[in-house]
């Protein structure tokens, strides 16, 4: 059920006594009334945008898994990135502790590994024992030489050092089940079997316990290696999936790859056949999608809405199978590769011919202002379905797409987008709750006509802290936010934040990453239950209630 259609009209009209202006709250160093003031003047002058929450009305819990992040062996996201021995802040194990504690920092849960395109040519067993002993192959999939001196066992070392839990993928590209259970045996059984003994002689003498598993990835894609038609590999994926539970149970979350983007051509198809074999034996089927600005600002702004969209039409295909079966069980989404890519960008090209070298600077993506933007307005989007979404990773972690940059013996520094992460990360809580929006549009020439406002907010019923993320998707205008909080007893706000910059498309550098931030939003009142803010043309938005 939504909440009330029936909302007070907006407090531009409403009077200020005495008494609400001491019940008002303000943020900045105006007082209540002041600032409430200003807010009602400025929201007669801009566009405005209602949203009205109630604590009756929530779409599910706020999960740990939607904050999660992904490392693949692809340029120099292990190599440089998380793993650097000799340099300055790196551990005895070769883990560098700039990257450790902006990870920590970040407020990442789960870390998929260690791919991506590159575990569909993977040998896991290259990645274990002495480093001295480990096979250097080709990796086909980014034309590169892979030294495997960072594998399995050292990741799950990294991820217990860095708070995160692993989420690992198996190859189904050149590889399949006998393969899988055997990574499973490797990371799983106490001991007293070949490949569990194998592991504590390697020096990892309890087991991993990994439950958390990808089966292949993007098995869709034409660029894939061992690429499969739906029916192929629905079929591998119930058959592993069969296997590895008859090692470990329902002990194990089970993700099978769902489509690589919503405008693959067999996007719907895939998942209805892929689902028609595995549903029984899979917790998830996953959605990948990436982002870019290729030039017009307003279709990326719209990313949010297609997002949106692309996670309706996937809970609709899942709910045809389910509904087609009479099962009662659900299969929900791990939307395990989300993000900003400027695919198309020159900047750091794949390797080609003879050139196979190691850990290239690859996907080096340098993120603007707006990108950050759209970055926060994707994990308001992914939150907003926290129903049917119950896990996500941003992909990537560190320099390859990422919100992590490092330089090789250097410095390590946030891109835009760390910002909008770590804040929702951090002050996402309880339960997200059903907003009922009215917003106007602004217009994308790709997308159509977009709402304005993107917002989600959580409230935990604990502490009775209510926190509201919200992005201004319009180029040009600001937005009034006036928010019905009514049906909340005794809030009042703790903190607003905003990221914007007059220039959206500023990026930051390892010279200067800190000119730009979130920052206190100035003029945000509290009024008799409402309230009210200016949202700036491109803006994220956090504003807590405690
Ligand atoms: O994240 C970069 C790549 O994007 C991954 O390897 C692949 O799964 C996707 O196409």
Redesign the pocket.
Same mark, same amino acid.
């Given at each position: 059920m939504a909440p009330s259609e029936s909302r007070p009209s907006a407090p531009a009209s409403a009077t200020v006594g005495p008494d609400s202006a001491q019940a008002s709250a303000t943020v900045g160093p105006d007082s209540a009334q002041a600032s409430a003031k200003a807010g009602r003047d400025s929201a007669q002058a801009s566009r405005a945008a209602t949203v009205t929450a109630n604590p009756a009305f929530a779409v599910g819990p706020v999960r740990r898994e939607t904050f999660g992040a992904?490392v693949?062996h692809?340029g120099r996201c292990v190599y440089t990135g998380i793993y650097e021995p000799g340099h300055p802040t790196s551990d005895e194990a070769g883990w560098r502790g700039d990257v450790l504690e902006l990870t920590r920092e970040l407020g990442v849960s789960t870390v998929r590994y260690p791919?991506? *395109?590159?575990v569909s040519g993977y040998r896991w067993e290259d990645g274990v024992g002495p480093k001295a002993e480990r096979p250097v192959r080709l990796d086909l999939? =980014?034309h590169s030489t892979e030294t495997n001196q960072v594998g399995l066992d050292d990741f799950v070392d990294w991820s217990r050092k860095a708070g995160v839990e692993p989420m690992m993928a198996v190859n189904l590209g050149t590889r399949g089940v006998q393969e899988a259970i055997d990574v499973l045996e490797y990371s799983n059984l106490p001991g007293g079997t070949a490949l569990s003994d194998l592991r504590r002689k390697n020096g990892a003498e309890e087991p991993h316990n990994i439950t958390f598993w990808c089966l292949g *990835?993007?098995m869709d894609?034409p =660029?894939?290696i061992g690429h499969k038609t739906a029916q192929e590999y629905g079929r591998i994926a119930a058959e592993t999936a069969r296997a590895m539970r008859m090692i470990a149970g329902d002990t194990l979350r089970l993700v099978a790859c769902g489509s690589?983007n919503g405008r693959m051509p067999t996007f719907g198809e895939w998942e209805r056949t892929v689902l028609s074999e595995a549903y029984d034996d899979v917790d998830y089927i996953s959605a990948?999608h990436?982002f870019e600005n290729a030039g017009v600002l307003e279709d990326h702004l719209a990313a949010g809405a297609v997002m949106d969209q692309f996670i309706r039409d996937i809970v609709a295909h899942i709910d045809h199978v389910k509904s087609v079966r009479k099962s009662s069980k659900d299969v929900h989404i791990s939307f395990d590769?989300w *993000?900003v =890519?400027h695919i198309n960008s020159p900047r750091t090209p794949i390797p080609s011919g003879t050139d196979w070298p190691e850990a290239p600077a690859l996907?080096e993506d340098l993120y603007t202002v707006a990108d950050a933007v759209v970055v926060g307005d994707l994990l308001i989007t992914l939150l907003r379905h926290t129903d049917r979404v119950h896990s996500a990773s941003l992909?990537?972690l560190v320099n390859?797409?990422a919100p992590i940059m490092t330089a090789p013996g250097g410095a390590a520094w946030k891109q835009t987008t760390f910002h909008p992460f770590a804040l929702t990360s951090a002050h996402a809580r309880g339960e997200v709750l059903q907003l009922a929006v009215e917003s106007p549009s602004f217009a994308s020439p790709l997308h159509g006509e977009v709402p304005a406002l993107s917002a989600v907010a959580t409230h935990d019923r604990e502490t009775g802290a209510v926190t509201l993320f919200a992005v201004n998707r319009s180029t040009t205008e600001p937005l009034r936010l006036d928010a019905d909080l009514s049906a909340f007893a005794g809030l009042r706000v703790v903190e607003a934040l905003t990221f914007a910059n007059e220039d959206p498309l500023w990026h930051a550098t390892e010279q200067d990453s800190t000119s730009v931030l979130p920052s206190p939003l100035e003029g945000v009142a509290y009024d008799g239950g409402w309230l009210t803010a200016e949202l700036s043309p491109v803006s994220w938005t956090m504003i807590r209630l405690a």
């Open positions: 992904f693949e692809l791919g991506g *395109n590159f999939a =980014w *990835n993007e894609g =660029w894939q690589s990948h990436y590769e *993000n =890519w996907l992909a990537q390859v797409i």
